[in-house]
């Protein structure tokens, strides 16, 4: 009987004892799921914020009625490149998800480019100066490299040496906005191409031979075995959150071509286009604008025992990033020389149709104003031979905008002034690069 009672009492004991633990239990589980709660409204608040701000920024930078649809989120990847980069990674870049299309490039293909590069140029280098052979005399290198030629381009390339940083010598720190361009080229990929082979664009804080200090890049891994997309990355002293993130898409034809490169900052925000394609557009790439002062390029992983090689040319920094729509609305002229042409020829490059795009939409939205176009160029060649091709680069912009945007020609008119009012010097690469300018004047 004893017995029975001890059994019972200890009985009593342990089922108490369960349901205090279970009550213990289901409080805290009741706390873990409210915290869930709470984090998940955070994310969707973080998520919409930042919604909110990209397009509260569109409207600011005046991206247009032809908007991309919403981007996908790249997918995270794990540490790459050289081993003085940072091994964290994190979500949060914007990508269109879309590849730039292989092939010959048109105007009409370039119709929604929405890159408008600065209208203050700080540095260009389309290498015209250098000897083929020599490495070029405004750049800085850890590592070498050397101009070339090749066959079916009238471009200088400048060819660089793998494991090498290449930096271009300048007197200016970037300011908080700006934008870079440069064409670059990939020779003699194939599928025993190494796996390892990295091209990163650096905007960063010094102008090292390393990566060192603050950075915010774009990675292109040319590799052709696999589809491997661009990745986009950053590093700031004191930031526990740096993004990087790498893109799914199939580039490989398009690493296989020459590709036009752009791209643009304004202050934080960070925009990365591959040709016609905007790849990257991420409003906080840039943590800290103070700290991002150089621009540099990385490259590794080609074999040039197989003659594997890396060119960039035609590289131009400018200040800038204004909405020239709004400029031009405001103080009814505006001049650029953004809208580029084939040497000595009135054909548009159609990397130049952000800014063509942009005076429709002036036209577009104002019905009763009508425009002068005026072509500039530089003095290499004779006065009369510079008069006549600024009379023809004007009228190619405006046949751009007739025959691509549909635009009234009975709105627009053209003419050209040759070398007649430089506002550069034209015995400096620079100044000549900023007397071929066109003008657009309301009428």
Not at 265 to 294: G, H
Not at 422 to 437: E, F, H, I, M, Y
């Amino acid at each position: 009987m004893k017995t029975s009672i001890k059994l019972f009492t200890s009985s009593l004991f342990i089922l108490a004892f369960c349901f205090s633990g279970n009550a213990q239990f289901f409080k805290k589980l009741a706390k873990k799921a409210e915290k869930a709660a709470e984090r998940t409204v955070e994310r969707r608040v973080e998520q919409e914020s930042a919604k909110k701000t990209d397009q509260a920024l569109d409207s600011v930078l005046g991206t247009g009625n032809e908007r991309q649809k919403a981007p996908n989120t790249p997918t995270p990847q794990g540490p790459a490149g050289n081993p003085e980069s940072s091994g964290n990674e994190n979500t949060g870049t914007s990508g269109s998800g879309n590849v730039p299309s292989s092939g010959p490039k048109s105007l009409n293909v370039y119709s929604k480019f929405d890159f408008v590069p600065g209208d203050k140029l700080l540095f260009v280098d389309d290498f015209s100066n250098d000897f083929i052979g020599d490495f070029p005399s405004k750049w800085n290198t850890n590592g070498g490299g050397e101009m070339v030629t090749i066959d079916g381009s009238s471009n200088k390339w400048f060819a660089i040496n793998p494991g090498s940083f290449v930096v271009p010598i300048t007197d200016f720190s970037l300011p908080e906005e700006y934008t870079i361009e440069l064409d670059v080229r990939f020779l003699n990929l194939t599928n025993q191409t190494s796996s390892v082979i990295e091209a990163q664009f650096i905007c960063a804080e010094n102008a090292n031979l390393s990566n060192r200090d603050a950075f915010a890049m774009t990675d292109l891994n040319p590799v052709q075995y696999i589809a491997v997309g661009p990745e986009i990355r950053n590093k700031f002293p004191g930031d526990p959150d740096p993004i990087r993130n790498k893109m799914k898409s199939d580039f490989r034809n398009v690493y296989k071509e020459e590709m036009h490169l752009s791209i643009a900052v304004n202050k934080n925000r960070y925009r990365f286009w591959i040709n016609e394609t905007k790849i990257f557009d991420v409003p906080q790439l840039i943590k800290d604008p103070s700290k991002i002062n150089n621009f540099k390029i990385f490259m590794r992983g080609l074999n040039l025992d197989k003659g594997e090689r890396m060119l960039i040319s035609n590289l131009k920094i400018a200040e800038g990033g204004v909405d020239l729509r709004r400029k031009l609305m405001a103080e009814g002229k505006i001049s650029t020389n953004g809208i580029l042409f084939d040497s000595g020829s009135a054909n548009i490059k159609p990397e130049s149709m952000g800014i063509i795009r942009q005076i429709y939409q002036v036209l577009q939205q104002d019905a009763s104003i009508n425009l002068k176009i005026v072509g500039h160029t530089d003095a290499d060649g004779s006065e009369d031979s510079n008069l006549a091709l600024s009379q023809k680069r004007a009228a190619a912009v405006k046949e751009a905008l007739v025959s691509v945007y549909g635009v009234d020609s009975g709105r627009l008119s053209s003419e050209g002034k040759g070398e007649s009012e430089p506002v550069g010097d034209n015995s400096t690469l620079d100044g000549k690069a900023q007397n071929r300018r066109v003008e657009f004047i309301k009428q």
